[in-house]
């Protein structure tokens, strides 16, 4: 059974009164198995965002149904998605969202005070959390001490603390540079590699694209491509 399954999912958006209602997504269907690595890219307004918050559950379709590990996600309340999304997904953003007053393990940790988790043990895995992302010296940083590249190693870190099945990363090298980037994607692939799990990232980038086994590509809230990567990164993937 795929990880991710959406059946003929549409999303329309409010408009003006007698303006046509636009369709920011229009009746796509496709499967991501559990461990796959995709990159979703497409042209500004092509609806790559309304289909990365419709997987996160942080948005509703309009028509169609969406099945996250075999759980019809359409039919869930509003606090039943949010537990959804502690307990299964991690999100990674172009703008880290850290708190900036709180330490990097605090920042981590946030998850977990919202399940519930005893403190000792929230800091516990958000230690373990930072060795894994190469941040084991900067437990007690602040964010706003710390480079963009560090922040967004602590946000991948947050988005791990829970042990999710998917990982959903909006242009999570938007902000970075070219060898910070390359960092980045570099724990990416390894997180693909050595612990199976789900990544599926938006990018307008062909570099970072390219680090994917899988592209789709969306057009006028349509897929176009939905196969291989066929890019050719100017950065090394190796």
């Given at each position: 059974?795929?990880?991710?399954?959406?059946?003929?999912?549409?999303?329309?958006?409010?408009?003006?009164?007698?303006?046509?209602?636009?369709?920011?997504?229009?009746?796509?269907?496709?499967?991501?198995?559990?461990?796959?690595?995709?990159?979703?890219?497409?042209?500004?307004?092509?609806?790559?965002?309304?289909?990365?918050?419709?997987?996160?559950?942080?948005?509703?379709?309009?028509?169609?149904?969406?099945?996250?590990?075999?759980?019809?996600?359409?039919?869930?309340?509003?606090?039943?998605?949010?537990?959804?999304?502690?307990?299964?997904?991690?999100?990674?953003?172009?703008?880290?969202?850290?708190?900036?007053?709180?330490?990097?393990?605090?920042?981590?940790?946030?998850?977990?005070?919202?399940?519930?988790?005893?403190?000792?043990?929230?800091?516990?895995?958000?230690?373990?959390?930072?060795?894994?992302?190469?941040?084991?010296?900067?437990?007690?940083?602040?964010?706003?001490?710390?480079?963009?590249?560090?922040?967004?190693?602590?946000?991948?870190?947050?988005?791990?603390?829970?042990?999710?099945?998917?990982?959903?990363?909006?242009?999570?090298?938007?902000?970075?540079?070219?060898?910070?980037?390359?960092?980045?994607?570099?724990?990416?692939?390894?997180?693909?590699?050595?612990?199976?799990?789900t990544i599926v990232l938006v990018t307008?980038?062909?570099?970072?694209?390219?680090?994917?086994?899988?592209?789709?590509?969306?057009?006028?809230?349509?897929?176009?491509?939905?196969?291989?990567?066929?890019?050719?990164?100017?950065?090394?993937?190796?």
């Open positions: 059974m795929p990880l991710i399954q959406l059946d003929r999912i549409s999303k329309q958006y409010p408009s003006a009164a007698e303006q046509p209602v636009p369709q920011a997504l229009n009746s796509v269907t496709l499967n991501i198995e559990q461990g796959e690595f995709v990159a979703i890219m497409g042209p500004s307004g092509s609806g790559k965002s309304t289909l990365m918050n419709l997987i996160g559950c942080l948005d509703t379709p309009s028509g169609g149904h969406y099945y996250l590990d075999g759980r019809d996600v359409t039919t869930l309340a509003p606090d039943e998605l949010a537990l959804v999304r502690n307990q299964t997904i991690g999100f990674v953003f172009q703008g880290f969202n850290l708190l900036k007053r709180i330490s990097a393990l605090d920042n981590v940790g946030l998850p977990l005070l919202y399940s519930n988790i005893p403190k000792s043990e929230r800091r516990s895995r958000a230690a373990a959390m930072l060795e894994l992302t190469g941040l084991g010296r900067y437990l007690h940083s602040l964010p706003n001490r710390m480079s963009g590249g560090q922040q967004q190693r602590v946000a991948i870190a947050r988005a791990l603390v829970n042990q999710p099945r998917l990982i959903l990363a909006d242009e999570p090298t938007g902000n970075l540079d070219t060898h910070t980037s390359r960092e980045i994607m570099e724990i990416f692939q390894t997180l693909h590699k050595e612990q199976g799990i307008h980038e062909n570099d970072i694209a390219a680090y994917a086994k899988r592209l789709i590509r969306i057009v006028d809230g349509a897929v176009v491509y939905d196969g291989k990567t066929n890019l050719s990164p100017r950065i090394n993937t190796n």
